[in-house]
Nanobody, 117 residues
């Protein structure tokens, strides 16, 4: 059974940085696309960034230049785990949301990111 476990959320002041991590376990083969979504209170879940196994990246316009997604390509050698990171810099209050990792048709449990002074 595939599971995604996230970590790295928390409270940060505007202008600060956080790094989210998500590890998928229980997989049997490559995960073509892994990514991060977020959902703020009263809003729909939206894509933040995702990346395919061949490196093709999508990043939402409102986080371009501030957020970076990366993946552990060690999965090319071991097809039982895969990790994706989201480096978030220059955080703004409007980045406050629950951030969800997605991959292989599975969602993580979510990690809260709060940007506030």
């Amino acid at each position: 059974q595939v599971q995604l476990v996230e970590s790295g959320g928390g409270l940060v002041q505007p202008g600060g940085s956080l790094r989210l991590s998500c590890t998928a376990s229980g997989i049997n083969g490559r995960i073509y696309r892994m990514g991060w979504y977020r959902q703020a209170p009263g809003k729909q879940r939206e894509l933040v960034a995702d990346q395919t196994i061949d490196g093709t990246t999508n990043i939402a316009e409102d986080v371009q230049g501030r957020f970076t997604i990366s993946r552990d390509y060690a999965e090319k050698r071991s097809y039982t785990e895969s990790t994706v990171w989201l480096q978030m810099n220059s955080l703004k209050p409007e980045d406050t949301a629950v951030y969800y990792c997605y991959g292989h048709g599975v969602w993580g449990q979510g990690t809260q990111v709060t940007v506030s002074s």
